[in-house]
């Protein structure tokens, strides 16, 4: 793949400007569009098929989350990151259910934003450390308040490598071919691994991966005792 090209959208011609500069400093990054709300976004991301999109979460029109969900529908292979200062897990559920990948904190966008283009980019999901903690935090609050156990020890050990796999962005047929399974048998585990931790959709076990700490804060990628 040659340049990756991206579309950043965001009502705020400062905050613009300032991503723009910081991703076309990038020599691989080639910033095509801008656009100054949601609805222009989904329109413009027809138009020139951006490689990621970047969207911030309140913008006038149309909202950055739904703007995301028409374009994850109707552009093929492009990859969305949200650009936001809610770190709520409200927010970040439903902006993984409109098929957003990467999830950065306005407050250390500078730091984290190339990264979590190039993450995306690659097939990797990029969430901000600082979100990650925050989740792993109130989740573990939540087990205490509770007195209940966390299902991940029901899990197997290969259950346990495919919902990493799964939660990194990789397909059914991706883990398949890692995995030398055949992809009817990474569809069996993937339904077990639902079933045993009561998620209704692939938003649901990446939000548990990362309250869990089976991906990385940040990465994509493995952390530790999984």
């Known amino acids: 793949m040659g340049a990756v090209r991206i579309l950043i959208a965001d009502d705020h011609a400062i905050i613009r400007r300032g991503l723009k500069a910081l991703l076309a400093h990038e020599p691989d990054f080639e910033v095509v569009a801008e656009a100054v709300d949601g609805r222009?976004?989904?329109?413009?991301?027809?138009?020139?098929?951006?490689?990621?999109?970047v969207l911030d979460i309140a913008m006038p029109v149309l909202n950055?989350?739904?703007?995301?969900?028409?374009?994850?529908?109707?552009?093929?292979?492009?990859?969305?990151?949200?650009?936001?200062?809610?770190?709520?897990?409200?927010y970040l559920l439903s902006a993984l259910k409109a098929g957003v990948r990467g999830y950065v904190l306005?407050?250390?966008?500078?730091s984290e934003t190339v990264e979590a283009v190039r993450a995306v980019s690659r097939g990797?999901?990029?969430?901000?450390?600082?979100?990650?903690r925050i989740l792993a935090d109130e989740y573990v609050r939540y087990l205490d308040q509770q007195n209940v156990q966390d299902s991940y020890d029901l899990l197997t050990d290969r259950e346990r490598q495919i919902l990493q796999m799964?939660?990194?962005?990789?397909?059914?047929k991706d883990v398949a071919t890692v995995l030398n399974l055949s992809p009817t048998t990474v569809v069996c585990h993937r339904q077990h691994i639902f079933?045993?931790?009561?998620?209704?959709?692939?938003?649901?076990?990446?939000?548990?991966?990362?309250?869990?700490g089976v991906i990385s804060a940040g990465r994509g990628t493995l952390a530790h005792g999984g």
């Open 124 to 132: 990797k999901a990029f969430f901000s450390p600082k979100v990650s």
């Open 40 to 53: 222009e976004a989904v329109e413009i991301a027809q138009r020139v098929m951006p490689h990621v999109a």
């Open 195 to 212: 079933q045993k931790l009561n998620f209704h959709s692939l938003a649901d076990l990446i939000l548990y991966s990362i309250r869990r």
């Open 166 to 172: 799964l939660a990194e962005g990789q397909s059914n």
């Open 106 to 110: 306005k407050s250390s966008a500078e």
């Open 64 to 90: 950055g989350i739904e703007a995301a969900r028409q374009i994850s529908a109707h552009v093929r292979d492009v990859q969305v990151v949200m650009l936001t200062v809610h770190s709520d897990e409200c």
